[in-house]
Every structure is written in structure tokens, then in C-alpha cells.
């Protein structure tokens, strides 16, 4: 029985241990109290970072949204362009952009560029880049700044002291025991100290002082005058290269490179002064292109709202004509008479909800355009007003000289100087690369004054010898006695200068592609440059053409109407016609902002938008100081001896400042609007025979307050009359269809053009308007009796 228990107890235990197996277990400590808060089970978690900083009052204070349910309680703001450019560059730290992005959709700046933040422009990158340090300090911009290149040339002061206290034995016997002790016990000490330099050409200066202090008992054992020794010396020392490294070029470009760089095979990265500016130069084209970019997107925010308004009224007028129509049927089915049957009733009622759907449509893209304006200029989502634009879409003609724009578009386009600016830095690197062609060379000399005494300063000379007692290191060094010099070559020449030729090489691919690139990117802009101004004068005419087509679809409709209740046509006719004639008014209106922004297209591709909105680029103020010192430096040189040295290493590398306002000195390409007329306007005559008379536009007063309950309609001026175009007696007969012209302050027979034709000298045909809406044309001369073009630019961004 025991032996069939014990063999059970075996297999038990056995089965149980290997099911358990092996497990580990925690240890057992006398002082828990089981607080586990310094437990962690993760390696990374998302955390917040310890940073509070103060939002913007245009974060903090914005109000709920204006939607199509919330549009109510807000205060119109009427905006001019001109204001609103002034407060988009007074909010603009971070240039923001609008880019590609939907209408509709809410605008990204800093969040599409998150993982690269240097990719958003900012009013401080010029400075970050004047400054930079390079990418070992964790800026986020590449290269080194000016006045870290200018570093490499300073002065440099370096000092060092130490003592040692030695105490070991030495292994000697015999009779050397004479003359050192078996145990070498010392007291020393040594300080140094000096200023080196290089200087523009690679020359290395250096003036230092070295001085030491020995007090050991070998000095007892030999029998030394002193039982202590100071030992000082005044030393300069000079290195110039030869070949590689030398000359001011050289040392400009790439930085100084010293012997024992090149015999480490350490590489000298290109990265000197004149490189460190042309890096400035390209941070400033950057940023002047962000800053063209911001007022692009300005101009087209605000002329878009203005079209979102008058998409509006549009979708408004017809739902109100719509609403009008079904009112009007659902009488007639009311009294059963004719016209008033149910699926005319229908019919109608659908038409007015299709406009209503159309109407709540256009005012949430009217909040969203508006929202998208206030982003750019920097303002709060809401604040309680809602922005109207106050200014009008200009209706004249504007005509370029393709010659001159093509010309000023190749020599401001800030992309096209900007590359200019990066060929310039490579046929820069190919130079400091080939002087790498050339063998180390370097020739180098040193002169030093030394002097010992028993005492660093005493009052003897040390006469019979400088170590008695008493005796100052200085005292002997400055009499001279003791002096030193060495001068000799350092020459290293790599066999066969494989790396050198790689690298050469590497840098006439680098200009080459920076040139092709260059020709190519001249294409590109002669490209969009031409498509820009084939847009210009599409869009001149389809605002010509969709003006007429508006005032037909205004005329049908009054037809219909008018025979519609004649009972002569059916109801869907009039409805179709008040559906062309909203569509009509929203194409005459989408083809003149897109005029608009055509003409901002070319300023943008010819490179003047800036000057074309009155915005001028600056450095920013320095404090007084600064001002002071240099004028004092200028000062300075001008009460000194001006040495002529006849050439400069580079060779001048920029061709002075770039002209910011080229357009107000009468630069060649600049937009012209005509000129102004105060006159007796010339009669219209009759049309000649076989000539076709077209549909001309009745004088509509844009700015002119509307009627209530007449939101959106444009109203003739009282008496105003849509007449063709005639020509006097011996000018050539044309005929031209014509805006309606804003409305103009009380002045006696004004007469405001419409649109000039100014490529260039030679004649063209100016047409204008009178008061009482009559128009009339004038063979113009441009270069004999006409009077001269104003600019489109005037200050302050008025045009």
C-alpha cells in the first residue's frame, strides 16, 4: 500500500510540475505598502507640452459662424482693395496662403506644412537666414549666414594654464647617482597664451606667450645655481598658402582651409562669405515671392466675394420673379379662370424652391468667400460685421505690349533672379573646386624672444648667468640676447587627385543644371505670361458678349411677360426666360471678375504685382546705435586715404539693388487705363449702310443705392438712351460693344473712357460715354495730340 501511494505521489508531482512549469516570481520586500504609482507599462505615450502662449485677439474673440440659419445680427463692413491690402500686410507675420484649395473648404497655411515648418514663409526667414549658424545648432535653416562666415576671419584669443606635482622613482645606481637623484620629485606649472587671425587671403597670423615654472631635485643633484627655473618666450608665427587655399577669391568663397585641414583629408564644405550672401539674396527672393503670392491671393479673396454678392442678387431676382409667377398662377387656379391649371400651378412653385435652393446656396458661398477674405487678411472668423467689397471691378480695356512685358516679365519675375542668384553660387563653387587642382603648398616662419631666471620678474639682469639668484625670466628676455627663428615649406600634393577631379566635375554638372534649368524655367514663364494675356482678352470679350447676352435675357423676359398675360405664350416660356436671365447675369458677372483677376494674372506673371498694388519691400529698423556707428564708420573713410586697387576677387557677383518701382518711372509694359476726358462729348452719327448694329448696353449705376424691396436690380440713369457707336467724317468706321460705365459725381459734360488701346505707339480707336449715356469714338493718335496715359499704379495702391 505505501509503495503503490508513493509511485501515486510521484506521478502527481510530476504531472503537476510539468504543467506549471517554470514561472518567475517578483520579490518579496519588508516595506511595501503595495503604492504603485511609479508603475509604467508603455515606452510612449502622447503628451501635451509644457508651453502656454497667448492666442491672437482674432482667435480668442471670434463669434459663431454666420451660416444660412445665423445670419442675422451682423453689421456690413464695406471694404475697398486698397484697405484691404493695407491690413493683410499689417497681420502678416505668417504669410498664408489659399493655394488650390476648394472655396468651400476652410484655408490651410501651417497645417498642410506641418512636418516641414520651414516650408511657411514668415517676415523673420530673411533675418534666420542673415543668421544662420548652420544646421549643428538645430536651426531649421540650411547653410551658414553672413556674419557666421565673416567668424572664420576673427581674431581668436586662447589661453591655458596647469601644474603638475611629480613624485616617482627613477631607475639609476653607481656612480650616476652623481648626478640624478633616485626619486624625480617636481613642481611645474605652464601657461599660454596668444591671438591668432586669418585673413582674406588665407594667411595665418599668430602671436603668443609661453611660460613655464620647474622645480625638481635633479637641479639640487647637478649642482644648478637655482634650485627653481622660470622659462618665458614672446613668439609670432605666419603661414601662407602658396597654391591651394590661397587668395582673397578663394578664401571668399569657400572659407579658410588650413594645412592640417587638408592633411587630415578633412573637405572644405563651400560655405564662405560671398556664398553666406548669396544664400540672403535667395531668402529675400522667397520672401518677396510669399508676399506676391499674399496679394494675389488678396485680389482674387476679394474680387470672388464680389461676385459671390452678385451671384446673389442674381439667384434673388429670380426667386423673387419666381415667387411672383406662382403667386400670380395660384390666383388663377383660385378662381378657376385660364392659366391656372394644377401642374402649371406645379410648375411654378417648383421653379421658385429650385431659386430658394439656389439662393441659400449662393449665401453660405458668400459667408465661406467671406470667411476666406478675412483668413487672408488676418481678421476673426466673425466678428459681428460681414465685409462687403466697396470698390467695382474696372470695365476698361486694358491692353499690353507684348514686347515689353515679355522683357519685364524675364527681368522681374522673382523666380527667374532667384536662380539667376543659384547659377551664380555654382559657377562660384567650380572656381573654389578647381583651385583644389593645385598642390599644398604652404610657406611658414616663426621668430621668437626667449628669456630664464630663477624668478619670473627680479632685479637682475643675470649677467653672468640667467638662472643666479635673483634673476627675472623678463629682465632676459628683454634684453635680447636670447632669440630663435624658423622658417620652411609644408608641401602635400594627393596622387592623381582623383577626389578633386570628382568634385570639379561634380560642380560643372551642378552649373549645367542650373542653367538648363534656367533656360527652362524662361520658357515657362514666356508661356504663362502668353496664356495670362490670352486670358486677359478672352475675358474682355466674354464680359463684352455676356453684357449683351444679359441685356437680351432682360428684354425677353419683359417680352414674355408681356405676352404672357396676353395669354399668347405658355407658362414655361416665361419661366425659362427668367432662368436665362438669371444665369445671364451671373456669367456677366463671373466673365468681369475674371477680367479683373486676368489683370491681376499678368501683373503676377510679368513680376509687378507688388508695384501694382503700391506694396514696397523693406529691410526693417535697426536701433539708433546702429545707425550711429555707421556713420561714424562712413566718416571715418571718407577722411581717409582711398587706395584704388583696381580689381575685385570675385569678380562683382550683383548688378546693385533691384528696382522695386519700375512702373512709376514709365517702365515699358506698364497697364494703362486711358485718360479722362472733360468735354462736349463729339455727336454720334448715323450707321453706315450694310453695317449691323448691335445691341449696346443701358447706363447702369453700380455704386447707386437700390430702391427697398429691389435688392440686386440695376436701374438706369433717368434719360439715358443705348445708341451705337458712329464716327465722324474721314476716320475709318468700326464699331465696338461697350460696358455701362459707374456712376460718376456731378460733373458737367464728364466724360469717362471706357477703354484705350496702348500697345505701344501708332493709332488706335478710344471709346467713351456721356452723360446722358450716348457714346461716341475718336481715332486716337498715341503719339501725337493725345494727351498722356495716367498708370495704373498710383500710391499707396490706388488705381
Excluded at 108 to 126: F, G, K, Q
Excluded at 592 to 602: E, G, H, M
Amino acid at each position: 500500500m505505501d509503495r503503490q501511494f508513493r509511485d501515486f505521489s510521484c506521478v502527481l508531482l510530476a504531472a503537476v510540475t510539468a504543467l506549471t512549469g517554470c514561472a518567475p516570481t517578483q520579490p518579496f520586500y519588508f516595506m511595501e505598502d503595495g503604492d504603485l504609482s511609479h508603475y509604467v507599462d508603455v515606452a510612449t505615450q502622447i503628451e501635451y507640452p509644457d508651453v502656454e502662449e497667448p492666442s491672437l485677439d482674432e482667435v480668442t474673440s471670434a463669434q459663431a459662424p454666420l451660416t444660412v440659419r445665423n445670419s442675422e445680427n451682423y453689421e456690413v463692413w464695406d471694404l475697398s482693395l486698397e484697405e484691404a491690402t493695407r491690413i493683410t500686410l499689417t497681420n502678416s507675420q505668417v504669410m498664408r496662403q489659399l493655394g488650390a484649395v476648394v472655396q468651400e473648404q476652410a484655408p490651410e497655411t501651417i497645417s498642410r506644412n506641418l512636418i516641414n515648418s520651414a516650408a511657411v514663409a514668415t517676415t523673420y526667414d530673411p533675418a534666420l537666414v542673415e543668421s544662420s549658424t548652420g544646421t549643428a545648432f538645430g536651426s531649421q535653416f540650411n547653410g551658414t549666414g553672413v556674419e557666421a562666415a565673416l567668424s572664420a576671419f576673427d581674431a581668436q584669443l586662447d589661453s591655458s594654464v596647469s601644474w603638475q606635482k611629480n613624485d616617482r622613482p627613477v631607475n639609476v645606481g653607481g656612480f650616476a647617482t652623481g648626478f640624478q637623484s633616485r626619486a624625480f620629485q617636481q613642481d611645474a606649472a605652464n601657461f599660454n597664451m596668444g591671438v591668432s587671425k586669418t585673413s582674406a587671403v588665407g594667411t595665418q597670423f599668430a602671436f603668443r606667450n609661453n611660460t613655464t615654472y620647474d622645480a625638481n631635485n635633479n637641479l639640487i643633484v647637478q649642482g644648478a645655481p637655482a634650485f627653481s627655473q622660470w622659462g618665458t618666450n614672446f613668439e609670432t608665427f605666419i603661414s601662407q598658402p602658396l597654391l591651394q587655399g590661397a587668395g582673397a577669391q578663394y578664401n571668399r568663397i569657400a572659407g579658410p582651409f588650413g594645412f592640417e585641414q587638408f592633411a587630415a583629408n578633412g573637405v572644405n564644405p563651400f560655405d564662405g562669405v560671398v556664398l553666406a550672401r548669396i544664400r540672403t539674396d535667395q531668402s529675400l527672393a522667397d520672401f518677396e515671392g510669399a508676399a506676391r503670392n499674399l496679394m494675389r491671393d488678396v485680389e482674387q479673396s476679394y474680387w470672388t466675394l464680389y461676385f459671390t454678392y452678385r451671384d446673389l442678387e442674381a439667384r434673388k431676382i429670380g426667386r423673387d420673379s419666381a415667387l411672383q409667377t406662382w403667386k400670380t398662377v395660384a390666383a388663377l387656379a383660385r378662381q378657376g379662370a385660364r392659366g391656372g391649371s394644377a401642374d402649371r400651378e406645379a410648375q411654378a412653385r417648383a421653379q421658385y424652391f429650385q431659386f430658394k435652393a439656389q439662393v441659400e446656396q449662393g449665401l453660405s458661398s458668400l459667408y465661406s468667400s467671406e470667411n476666406r477674405l478675412r483668413y487672408i487678411m488676418g481678421l476673426a472668423h466673425t466678428d459681428g460685421r460681414l465685409i462687403r467689397p466697396a470698390d467695382e471691378p474696372t470695365t476698361a480695356q486694358v491692353a499690353f505690349d507684348w514686347t515689353s512685358v515679355h522683357g519685364e516679365a524675364l527681368g522681374r519675375r522673382v523666380e527667374v533672379r532667384k536662380q539667376k542668384w543659384e547659377i551664380k553660387r555654382r559657377e562660384l563653387e567650380l572656381i573654389a573646386a578647381r583651385n583644389h587642382l593645385l598642390p599644398r603648398l604652404d610657406a611658414f616662419g616663426t621668430y621668437r624672444w626667449l628669456g630664464g631666471g630663477d624668478d619670473l620678474f627680479g632685479d637682475d639682469q643675470g649677467v653672468d648667468s640667467p638662472f643666479s639668484p635673483g634673476v627675472g625670466a623678463f629682465n632676459v628676455l628683454t634684453d635680447g640676447n636670447f632669440q630663435e627663428w624658423e622658417m620652411g615649406l609644408r608641401f602635400s600634393l594627393p596622387i592623381g587627385f582623383r577626389q578633386q577631379l570628382s568634385t570639379v566635375r561634380h560642380h560643372q554638372l551642378l552649373l549645367a543644371r542650373e542653367r538648363a534649368l534656367l533656360q527652362d524655367l524662361e520658357l515657362e514663364v514666356s508661356h504663362q505670361l502668353g496664356d495670362s494675356i490670352r486670358d486677359l482678352d478672352l475675358n474682355y470679350s466674354l464680359t463684352e458678349t455676356n453684357f449683351n447676352r444679359r441685356e437680351a435675357a432682360q428684354r425677353e423676359v419683359e417680352a414674355v411677360e408681356t405676352s404672357y398675360k396676353a395669354n399668347r405664350v405658355t407658362l414655361d416660356l416665361l419661366l425659362d426666360a427668367q432662368r436665362r436671365r438669371s444665369d445671364a447675369e451671373t456669367a456677366y458677372y463671373r466673365s468681369l471678375v475674371d477680367y479683373n483677376l486676368a489683370i491681376t494674372d499678368v501683373h503676377f506673371r510679368k513680376g509687378s504685382l507688388l508695384d501694382y498694388n503700391g506694396v514696397y519691400l523693406a529691410e526693417g529698423p535697426w536701433p539708433g546705435k546702429a545707425y550711429f556707428d555707421a556713420m561714424r564708420r562712413a566718416r571715418q573713410r571718407d577722411a581717409s586715404v582711398y587706395l584704388d586697387y583696381g580689381y575685385t576677387r570675385p569678380n562683382v557677383i550683383s548688378r546693385g539693388p533691384h528696382v522695386q518701382e519700375m512702373g512709376s518711372v514709365g517702365m515699358p509694359g506698364d497697364m494703362y487705363e486711358g485718360e479722362v476726358f472733360e468735354g462736349t462729348p463729339t455727336p454720334a452719327m448715323a450707321p453706315s449702310e450694310g453695317e449691323i448694329l448691335q445691341p449696346m448696353p443701358m447706363d447702369d449705376s453700380y455704386g447707386a443705392a437700390a430702391p427697398a424691396g429691389a435688392a440686386g436690380q440695376l436701374f438706369a440713369a433717368p434719360g439715358s438712351e443705348s445708341m451705337i457707336a458712329g464716327v465722324a467724317t474721314g476716320y475709318e468706321s468700326t464699331t465696338n460693344n461697350a460696358f455701362p460705365q459707374r456712376e460718376l459725381p456731378p460733373l458737367a459734360n464728364r466724360v469717362q473712357l471706357a477703354s484705350a488701346q496702348t500697345a505701344g505707339g501708332g493709332s488706335g480707336v478710344v471709346r467713351a460715354y456721356g452723360d446722358a449715356g450716348d457714346t461716341y469714338e475718336r481715332q486716337a493718335d498715341h503719339t501725337a495730340d493725345r494727351p498722356a496715359a495716367a498708370a495704373a499704379v498710383g500710391a499707396g495702391g490706388q488705381r
